[in-house]
């Protein structure tokens, strides 16, 4: 039988290493796509013995970098034969942070980590994934892109490449949820782009879970405290692994495409009414997206951004 093989960014700590296990557990050749090879090791190392499987590659990738992402799909091209299961799990969002920053390509950092890298990573994949026969993208994305259901929330499409970084107040919440956002006008866009080639797009809105104490570690010190409170909580990462898996290997979800699917595996829908009662039931409930991410402004406005910084036309 022909090898399953699956690329997860960011697999060297929570979701991403849980689900890096699920996937070696379940036989795949599992590619970890990592920043840190150094501190990446011993989860590599960890998830061999775990899922007693060898087939677990740990590969450098800086997923805010493109020439990092030119660089690691051309090793990948060169040393194996298709992609079956690509998911952009890796993120940025450092709690409590107040600093504005650019990525290499001098791009704003949640944007180029959580839009513009897997824009580019699955367009310079995409001919190894149409080698595959049921080749699948999974896009993580947040229930922070619930405050798009205020009518006067928007993405901050004039501050992307550090324009109004001096004079501009900062916030690191409000940039991630921009960015994630962004990422699910994306998912909708791309699986339509994809189609014919015959590549599922799909998002996961990925409530609480549990962080990992190398995240937890990375944070301020009040967020840390905040942090480990949560997490008596919030539920371990392998649950939302275990929505990874079922979302890109089931049969259900085989000609799925261009969906948005809740923690719960239900496909979320764009929300009919934004006002009045219909409005409380979308904030505090799970079965409705933000009208935003369907208008075909902020669609053209993300793909034209897309396309235009990283220099691909598909
Ligand atoms: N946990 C939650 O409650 C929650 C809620 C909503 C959405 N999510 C989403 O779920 C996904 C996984 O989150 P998590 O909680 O598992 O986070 P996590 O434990 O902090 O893991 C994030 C991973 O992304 C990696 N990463 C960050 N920037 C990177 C870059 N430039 N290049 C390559 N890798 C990079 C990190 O690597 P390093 O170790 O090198 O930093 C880490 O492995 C993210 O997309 C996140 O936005 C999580």
Sequence with gaps: MEEKIIIITGANSGIGKAAALKFATEGYRVIMAC???????????EIIHLSDNK????????VSSFASIHSFCATFKSKYPHLDILINN????????KEYKLSP?????????NTFGPFLLSSLLKNHLEKSKDPRILNACTTNIKHFFDPKRRIEFDNLQGELKDTRTYNVYKMYGDSKMALLILTFKMAEEYKDAGIKVNALQINRVKLS??????MHSKW?????????INPAPSRMADNYFDICTSEAYKNVTGQLFNHKREIIKP???EKGIAQIKNIFGISYYPKYANDPK??????????????ITN
């Design 35 to 45: 920043r840190n090879l150094k501190i990446s090791l011993a989860a590599q190392q």
């Design 55 to 62: 087939l677990v590659d740990l590969m450098e990738l800086d």
């Design 90 to 97: 890796a993120a940025y969002l450092n709690h409590g942070e």
């Design 105 to 113: 390509e001098n791009i704003e950092l949640s944007f180029a980590t």
């Design 213 to 218: 104490k190398e995240t937890i570690e990375k």
């Design 224 to 232: 840390k405290v905040l942090a480990r409170i949560q997490n008596l």
């Design 271 to 273: 929300a009919t009414s």
């Design 298 to 311: 902020n669609v053209e406005q993300v793909w034209k951004l897309c396309t235009k910084l990283t220099f």
